[in-house]
């Protein structure tokens, strides 16, 4: 049994088509990674797998139990999913370890020695215990989103999905986020990973999937996708995320003036 098992997804906002007919399957222990131009549908997908948004028609299993089943206990299935976003959205008047407890009392009753216990573990895993007693304000946005990042594997998630959860840092704080990440990948968590980062997807994905245009237009281990991409859309992508600089006017159609 895969962990999420999607077939012929598709989710249309009004006219817009977003998602075409998506198939894509996610085995445990898995790192799969998302590539794809802006608007080609990579947060929708991630979004369609715990229901954050509702599929027009498909089918999406996660751990075997069918999300898209109007009968099915989504609130049950989001227990087991851990979601990291671009924006860490933490709360600001809690500290760093009442926002690693908070879901897990709430959401799991969990009693608050377990809870602390629970939390101690993971900020110690994301390198941020030191900074328990702080608040999210007093971080940089790079320890804010590890705290992100802890609060979600309190849960327990059995499945982890990031959208682009480095795209709003500074550069310099990119590194310690996928240092976490590739911690999380090599100790065996099943995750699923919309990225820009061309080179933490190369050296830690076991598979890369490339979208365009709301379909996966290829996919496989990464020294193929990225050494030999057999789809013209997937070279044109590449070539432009790989050598931005190398992108010629022409090709965007940018006029000289004379
Ligand atoms: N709630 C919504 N209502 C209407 N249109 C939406 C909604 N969410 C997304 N879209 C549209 O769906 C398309 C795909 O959006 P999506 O956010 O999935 O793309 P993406 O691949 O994640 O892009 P990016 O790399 O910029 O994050 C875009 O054209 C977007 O404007
Ligand atoms: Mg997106």
């Known amino acids: 049994m895969s962990t999420i098992e999607i077939s012929g997804l598709h989710k249309s906002f009004g006219a817009l088509e977003v998602l075409r007919g998506i198939d894509l399957s996610v085995e445990a222990g898995e790192v799969v990674c ?18 954050l948004e509702e599929p027009t028609s498909g089918t999406i299993r996660v751990a075997g139990t069918e999300v898209t089943d109007p009968d099915c206990d989504i609130d049950a299935v989001r227990r087991g999913i851990g979601m990291v976003f671009q924006q860490f959205n933490l709360f600001g008047h809690l500290t760093v370890r009442e ?3 908070i879901a897990q ?10 809870a602390e216990r629970v939390a101690t573990a993971n900020l110690s895993r994301v390198g941020l215990l030191d900074k328990a007693g702080a608040y999210p304000a007093q971080l940089s946005g790079g320890q804010q989103q590890r705290v992100a990042i802890a609060r979600a594997l309190a849960m327990d998630p059995q499945l982890m999905l990031f959208d682009e959860p480095t795209s709003a840092l500074d550069p310099e704080l990119v590194g310690e986020v996928l240092a976490v990440m590739r911690g999380l990948a090599a100790e065996g968590m099943t995750m699923l990973v919309v990225t820009h980062e061309m080179a933490f997807a190369r050296e830690v994905a076991h598979r890369v999937v490339f979208m365009d245009g709301g379909v996966v237009v290829e996919q496989g281990p990464p020294a193929e996708v990225f050494g030999s991409p057999r789809e013209e859309r997937t070279r044109t992508f590449l070539h432009r995320v790989l050598e931005p600089a190398r992108v010629s006017e022409n090709e965007i159609g940018v006029q000289r003036k004379e």
């Open 34 to 51: 998302v590539i794809g131009p802006s608007g080609s549908g990579k947060s929708t997908l991630l979004r369609c797998v715990n229901l």
């Open 99 to 101: 926002n690693v407890t």
């Open 105 to 114: 009392r709430r959401v799991l009753r969990r009693s608050r020695a377990e």
